[in-house]
Nanobody, 124 residues
């Protein structure tokens, strides 16, 4: 079992920044690909960014490329999502998820473990 806890969400003005954290406990977190998903009301949950076990490969959704950065700190068992130049359309609940497969899966169904989510609201 892996337990994931997100933090760092909040209300920010357009153009601002937030850093989300996903802290893990339980099984060895470094064995897992970690993804950040988001879900806005009435929309499907979408993968925003992901990082492999080694940290050498990352994935970004088209809508966040150049603005968001995913990273992981093995000493703290934590994965971060730095979000810059935020837009109102980034407003959503953000979830982190863990997958112990090889390679980055882009669909939610392949991720085994999920956090409870953290709300990000970007005002215009």
């Amino acid at each position: 079992q892996v337990q994931l806890v997100e933090s760092g969400g909040g209300l920010v003005q357009a153009g601002g920044s937030l850093r989300l954290s996903c802290a893990a406990s339980g099984r060895t977190f470094s064995n897992y690909v970690v993804g950040w998903f988001r879900q806005a009301p009435g929309k499907e949950r979408e993968l925003v960014a992901a990082i492999t076990q080694s940290g050498r490969k990352t994935y970004y959704g088209d809508s966040v490329k150049g603005r968001f950065t995913i990273s992981r700190d093995y000493t703290k068992n934590t994965v971060y999502l730095q979000m810059n130049s935020l837009k109102p359309e980034d407003t959503a609940v953000y979830y982190c998820a863990a997958d112990n497969a090889v390679g980055i899966a882009t669909t939610r169904w392949q991720y085994e473990y999920w956090g409870q989510g953290t709300q990000v609201t970007v005002s215009s």
